[in-house]
């Protein structure tokens, strides 16, 4: 998720991503500024999931983040 008590989702991706770029990431948000921030990032092993989603949308962003 973007809004964290920490840091925020992209600082967090970041984070992860120094350490082990392999991991797959899914990002949820519902807000449009935060769909155009993460369309800007480098999209390798990063699946974007916009909120608000159902079951079968979580399915299929898990399943690509783990091709």
Same mark, same amino acid.
């Given at each position: 998720?973007?809004?964290?008590?920490?840091?925020?989702?992209?600082?967090? /991706? =970041?984070?992860?991503?120094?350490?082990?770029?392999? /991991?797959? /990431?899914?990002?949820?948000?519902?807000?449009?500024?935060?769909?155009?921030?993460?369309?800007?990032?480098?999209?390798?092993?990063?699946?974007? #999931?916009?909120?608000?989603?159902? #079951?079968? =949308? #979580?399915?299929?962003?898990?399943?690509?983040? #783990? =091709?």
């Amino acid at each position: 998720d973007t809004d964290m008590p920490v840091m925020d989702g992209a600082a967090a /991706v =970041q984070a992860i991503k120094h350490m082990r770029p392999d /991991v797959p /990431v899914i990002i949820a948000s519902g807000a449009k500024r935060d769909t155009e921030r993460w369309e800007r990032m480098p999209q390798e092993n990063m699946t974007n #999931l916009g909120k608000p989603y159902n #079951l079968e =949308q #979580l399915l299929i962003a898990v399943a690509m983040a #783990l =091709q």
